[in-house]
Structure formats: structure tokens, C-alpha cells
């Protein structure tokens, strides 16, 4: 799964990333956030009459027909099963998005019983999308989103068995495409993805806290 990660990139750098028209995405200004848990609101980048617009959203999906929010994590949306679930087909097949991220975290248990945090990120620091569904919910008036995951593969695999998958740039137009049907959007997560690009390595204990809002002392190594 993915239950936190960050978002460090300066709107320059969004604008860049997503070919931005600054008509339709006015400048504002993005704080460095490397501590980004579930519930928290977050960007995404969807389509909008053709065009591509970042908006904000609530980091756990709640389906249009629910009543209130799920009480079960809707964080994640795992591959197998997006495309037929309930809660995450219809999103799938009409509302995919992109969510700007670059770097994430996977846990494992220490000697000591503790979670030892690893942080995953593109070598160079590049910032990076992973493959996200929306939901409008006019009962409750919410935007919310989920990150869609997959079995992992290397260097992911050796911390953690599901990774969500980071898309590789020149796939994010037919991910976003409504005329993408549901098949094409499926071989986009499982095949055209940078998770095999990432590095990894440990980080402070700090970030285990959901309350920890650092700054880049974070996400540094610390000596194994």
C-alpha cells in the first residue's frame, strides 16, 4: 500500500510537469509537504474540457452514492480489482487523475518491534505522478481520490509487497483520456510505470507520526 508521502515540488516545477496553461491554473503558492497522510487534502491532475487542470482533493475516496465517508481505508484502489470493485469502477473507467508526489514511504518491523520507515524516490529528486482515481460526492460535497497500487517490483519488492504505481511521463495523456477504455487504462498501471527508476533508503523514525511535519530533515538517510 501507500500511506504517506511528499510533496516538495514548487508550482514552477507542477506547471512543468503537467504542461500547465496558467489561464485555466492561476499561480499559488505550494508549501513543502513531507508528511502527507490519509485524509489530508492533496493536488491532482485531471482533465477539464480537454485540458489539464490541478485541483485540490480529499486523500481518501468516497464514492458518489455513499452517505457518509467510508470507515474502511479507501486510500488505495488495488489493480486487481479496480476496474470491477464498486467503489472504485466507476472512477476508474470515467474519472482517472494524476497526483504529483516525489518521494513515499513503506514501513518495516526492526529488531525491536519498532517500523523502520524507507523512503522511495527518483534518484535525482525529479518530482513524478502516480496513477490516482477521483469521486465527486454531491451528498456530502467532497472530492476525494485514491492511488491506485500493484505487486512490486524491484528495488519495491524487497520492503514491501504492493507499491502504487508511478507513471511514466509519456503515458499521462491516454491516462487521463476519458476515450481510454478500461482495458488500455489497465495496461497503462501495470505496464508503463518508473517504479523500477527509484531508490530507496531509510529515514528517521519521525515521520512514523502522522502529527510529524518536518522539513528536509525527513526524508534524510540516516546510517544503517
Known amino acids: 500500500m501507500c500511506g504517506r508521502f511528499t510533496h516538495k515540488m514548487s508550482w514552477s516545477e507542477l506547471v512543468r510537469l503537467y504542461q500547465l496553461s496558467l489561464d485555466l491554473n492561476p499561480p499559488r503558492n505550494t508549501e513543502a509537504r513531507y508528511n502527507i497522510c490519509p485524509t489530508d487534502q492533496i493536488l491532482y491532475c485531471r482533465l477539464k474540457d480537454g485540458q489539464r ?14 452517505k457518509e465517508r467510508p470507515k474502511y481505508a479507501m486510500i488505495n484502489a488495488r489493480v486487481e480489482e479496480v476496474a470491477t470493485k464498486p467503489s472504485w469502477k466507476d472512477s476508474f473507467a470515467a474519472r482517472r487523475c494524476l497526483i504529483p508526489a516525489d518521494g513515499y514511504y513503506e514501513w518495516t518491523i526492526a529488531d525491536d518491534k519498532g517500523k523502520d ?56 495523456d491516454a491516462w487521463l483520456d476519458p476515450k481510454s477504455d478500461v482495458e488500455t487504462a489497465l495496461d497503462i498501471v501495470r505496464e508503463r510505470h518508473i517504479n523500477g527508476q527509484m531508490t530507496v533508503h531509510r529515514v528517521d523514525r519521525q515521520v512514523n507520526s502522522n502529527k510529524w511535519q518536518g522539513g528536509p530533515e525527513t526524508i534524510a538517510p540516516i546510517d544503517l
Open 53 to 66: 487542470v490541478v485541483r485540490e482533493a480529499s486523500w481518501w475516496l468516497v464514492p458518489p452514492w455513499a
Open 117 to 172: 520507515p524507507w523512503y522511495f524516490h527518483i534518484p535525482d529528486g525529479s518530482p513524478f505522478s502516480f496513477a490516482g482515481i477521483y469521486a465527486y460526492n454531491h451528498k456530502l460535497n467532497v472530492t476525494t481520490c485514491a492511488i491506485i497500487t500493484s505487486p512490486p517490483v524491484p528495488p519495491v519488492e524487497m520492503i514491501h509487497d504492493r507499491m502504487p504505481v508511478a507513471l511514466a511521463e509519456e503515458a499521462y
